[in-house]
C-alpha cells in the first residue's frame, strides 16, 4: 500500500507547484463548506465585481481613463442592484404570499378535476389512495403557510441582516473594482515567484469563465424579462414570480427548464383550466425556451463548454450542495477548472518526455 502511494505521489506531487495548488484547493474546499455563509458577502462581492469589471474594461479599450470606467460600472450595477432589491424582489414575495394564500382554493379545485379518475380508472386509483394523497397536500400546505408567518414575524433580524448586506455588498465591489490590481499583485505574493502551471492554468480559465459568468447573467435577465413581459402581457397571474423563476432556471443545463415548466402549468392550468388560454401560454413558454436554446445561447457564448452531461450534472449537485445558488450557478465553469487542472497537471513522464525533446537537435 505504502508503495503504491509512494508511486503516486512520485508521479503527480513531485513539484513544489504541484503540492501549493493541491493545498489552495483543499483550502478553498474546507472553506466554502466550513464558513461559506459567513463569507457569503466576500464571495458574492467578489463575483459580482468580476461580472461589472468587463464592462469597465471595455469603456477603458475606448479611451477612457481608468477611473471613469471604475465609476461609470459601479454606477450602472448600484442602479440594477438597487433596482432588484428594491424592486423586484418586494413584488415577488407578494406574488409568493398571495399564491400562499390560494394554495387551498388551487388544492380544492384539483380534488374536484381529480375526483373522476377513480369512477374512470378504478384500476390504478381508489377514493381512499386520492383521499390519502390530498390530505397528505393539504398537510404539508399547511406547515408551507405556517412557516411563511413564522418568517414574516421574525423577519425583523433578517431585515437588518439584508440592510447590512446592502450597504456592504456595494462597499465591497467598489473596491474590488478601484484596487483589483493591488489587490491581486498582494494575493501573488504569497505565491511562488516562478509559477508556470498557475499561470497556464489561469490564462486558460480567465477567458472562458469571464465569457461564461458574463454571458449566463445576461442569459438570465433577457430570459426572465422576456417570460415576465409575455405572461404580464398575457394576463397570466404571478407573472413576476415565475418570470423570475424561470429566468434562474437557465442557471442549472438540461434540469432547470424541466423543473420550472412544472409550476408554470400549474398556475396556467387553475387559472383558466385546459381553454384556448392555457395552450397559449405553454406555446409562449415552449418558444421562449427554444429560442433560448438555439438562439440566445449561441451568440452569448462563443465556446461550447465540453463537458459530458453526466459531468455537468454532478458539478451542479456537488458545487450546490456545499456553496448554495452561487455554486450552483459556477458549476459548469468550475468544473471547467477542474478539467483544465487535470489536464495541465505534470507528470513525471511528461517532463520527462518534455526535456528529451528539448535537448534533441
Known sequence: MLDIFSKWYRRYLFEEESVLLLVLLTIAVLLLMTIGDILAPVLASIVLAFLVQGLSTQLQRHGLPQWIGVTVSFLVFVGVFFGVS????PLVWRQMLSL?????????????????????????????????????????????????????????????TVMVY??????????????????????AGFLPAERPLLRRIWGEMNMQFANYARGKALEVIIVGLVTYFAFAWMGLNYAALLGLLVGLSVIIPYIGAALVTLPVVIVAFFQWGFGNEFYVILVVYFIIQALDGNVLVPLLFSEA????????ILAVLFFGGIW???????AIPLATLIKAIINAWPTAELVVADAAAEAEP
Request: no cysteine; proline share 6%; charged share 10%.
Open 324 to 330: 448554495g445558488l452561487w455554486g450552483v450557478f459556477f
Open 166 to 187: 446592502m450597504i456592504l455588498i456595494p462597499l465591497l465591489v467598489f473596491f474590488f473594482l478601484k484596487d483589483r490590481q493591488q489587490i491581486t499583485d498582494w494575493l
Open 305 to 312: 463548454v465540453n463537458l459530458h452531461p453526466v459531468a455537468i
Open 100 to 160: 400562499a394564500t390560494e394554495m387551498p382554493r388551487m388544492l380544492e379545485q384539483g380534488r374536484q378535476f381529480l375526483g373522476v379518475l377513480p369512477e374512470q380508472y378504478p384500476e390504478l386509483i381508489t377514493h381512499q389512495q386520492l383521499s390519502q394523497i390530498m390530505n397528505m397536500a393539504q398537510v404539508e400546505l399547511a406547515g408551507l403557510g405556517q412557516a411563511l408567518v413564522t418568517r414574516s414575524l421574525a423577519s425583523i433580524p433578517g431585515i437588518l
Open 86 to 89: 428594491l424592486g423586484l424582489l
